[in-house]
């Protein structure tokens, strides 16, 4: 079912725009992502990984680099503000504005790529409590919307080459802020808790996320298992969409894993 979904977006996309690169694009991602789910149902340890290596290296190195497309959110700005639907606003439009409407922060647990290379860190599970500061996102998503804003108001030249420069730049910054911040919070997706611009769009979008994760009360011994394995601090037991840090999950299934009761 997932496969054909990236399908029928590859089919639209290819067809409308009439580029074939759109048919590779959303193929490639949607083969990769059922991968994962073949891998997944077969008790494959590492099919999460796998998926976040084959989806976020293919972005950050093909899109990215090689294609140079900035596909960090200025990008998003940039292709946004020339009117312009192409990779960067398809990327944000699909997997972090609307799709998160069907499948919530699927991206952040299964294609980004800068927890591809957080998630290799020590602190899969947060130590210490959550920290309040989560107001720190608005702050660099404000920042990115007025650098991208400043660029054009001040009538800059080659602005292609400074996204594409703003892209590797941006993405070092990420590394390094996240790799320290793992670090001080004892927490690989502490960046991600706190810092990433991106959440400005995902929590909100993913709070009426279609696929989530529910707890069957009938099965359920109250054996808190499932919450100490949580990388985001999500209360999965409670049904309500308000639920405790509700907009953080990334379904990983490390809960659903843990479940000794397979009540999730
Ligand atoms: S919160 Fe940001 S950095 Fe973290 S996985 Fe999601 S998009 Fe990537
Ligand atoms: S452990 Fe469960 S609730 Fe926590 S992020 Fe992963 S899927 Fe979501
Ligand atoms: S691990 Fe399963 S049984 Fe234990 S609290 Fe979580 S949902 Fe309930």
């Given at each position: 079912m997932i496969f054909t979904v990236f399908e029928a977006v590859a089919i639209a996309l290819w067809i409308s725009k009439d580029n074939l690169f759109y048919l590779f694009n959303f193929s490639y991602i949607g083969a990769s992502i059922t991968l994962g789910l073949i891998l997944y149902i077969n008790r494959f340890r590492y099919a999460r990984r796998t998926v976040q290596l084959l989806v976020g290296l293919y972005m950050l190195v093909?899109?990215?680099?090689?294609?140079?497309?900035?596909?960090q959110i200025e990008g998003f700005w940039y292709y946004l503000f020339t009117g312009v639907f192409e990779a960067a606003t398809i990327h944000y439009a699909v997997?972090?504005?609307?799709?998160p409407l069907v499948f919530g922060r699927g991206f952040c647990g299964y294609a980004c790529w800068t927890s591809m290379v957080l998630d290799?860190?020590?602190?899969?599970?947060?130590?210490?409590t959550r920290k309040k500061?989560?107001?720190m996102r608005y702050i660099t998503f404000a920042a990115s919307l007025i650098f991208v804003s400043m660029l054009f108001l001040a009538g800059a030249g080659n602005i292609e080459k400074i996204m594409f420069f703003s892209f590797i730049i941006g993405n070092v910054l990420y590394y390094a802020v996240g790799i320290i911040l793992a670090f001080a919070f004892r927490d690989n997706r502490a960046f991600c808790k706190?810092?990433?611009?991106v959440t400005v769009f995902l929590k909100p979008m993913s709070y009426f996320s279609a696929f989530r994760i529910t707890c069957d009360k009938e099965k359920c011994?109250?054996?808190g298992k499932c919450k100490k394995v949580c990388p985001m601090d999500v209360d999965m037991t409670d049904n309500s969409r308000k639920r405790k840090n509700g907009t953080e999950c990334i379904l990983c299934m490390e809960c659903v894993k843990a479940c000794p009761k397979k009540a999730l």
């Open positions: 093909y899109l990215g680099l090689i294609g140079r497309e900035n596909m997997a972090k504005i609307f799709g290799f860190l020590p602190y899969k599970t947060p130590s210490g500061l989560g107001w706190y810092i990433c611009p011994v109250s054996c």
